[in-house]
């Protein structure tokens, strides 16, 4: 599974999209963002995500999007200045947050993957995150 072609993109999208309505999660994917800001996340007065449809490279704005999902289910709402690279506690929550759900996703759409390496580059997952990625291959996806 990669997500470079069109399709795995979009049905990558897609489920992300029908996991934050299945959980109560508004959505809002914008062109209206400044170049430097990949989403954002509000708790109040609602659960939204944001996400800038404009970032570069695109690959990246899954990745984006479910760091912004792991914001609001693990109540700990993003600083507009911080990125899904910073390394304080609730950005290291949101992006564990947001490779457990790919992992989630996978298992749903039994997407096998020969290594963690293997399914982080697929994913997109910066590598200085690698170390989020849980060790143990039980109940995880890898063949």
């Known amino acids: 599974m990669n997500y470079i072609n069109q399709r795995n993109y979009n049905d990558l999208i897609n489920w992300?999209?029908?996991?934050?309505?299945?959980?109560?999660?508004?959505?809002?994917l914008t062109n209206e963002l400044p170049?430097?800001?990949?989403?954002k996340s509000y708790?109040?007065?609602?659960?939204?995500?944001v996400v800038n449809n404009r970032w570069l490279p695109t690959a990246e704005i899954p990745f984006i999007f479910?760091?912004?999902i792991g914001h609001i289910k693990t109540g700990i709402p993003c600083?507009?200045?911080?990125?899904?690279?910073n390394m304080d506690k609730g950005e290291a929550d949101a992006n564990r947050f947001a490779i457990n759900l790919f992992i989630e996703y996978c298992k749903e759409n039994d997407f096998i993957f020969s290594s963690r390496l293997t399914f982080a580059e697929s994913f997109f997952i910066?590598?200085?995150?690698?170390?989020?990625?849980?060790?143990?291959?039980?109940?995880w996806i890898i063949a």
């Open 66 to 68: 479910a760091h912004e």
């Open 43 to 49: 708790i109040i007065p609602a659960d939204l995500v």
């Open 35 to 39: 170049d430097d800001v990949g989403g």
């Open 126 to 139: 910066p590598s200085k995150l690698y170390y989020l990625m849980p060790n143990s291959t039980e109940n």
């Open 16 to 28: 992300l999209m029908n996991y934050c309505l299945d959980h109560g999660i508004g959505v809002v």
């Open 79 to 85: 600083s507009y200045h911080s990125s899904i690279n």
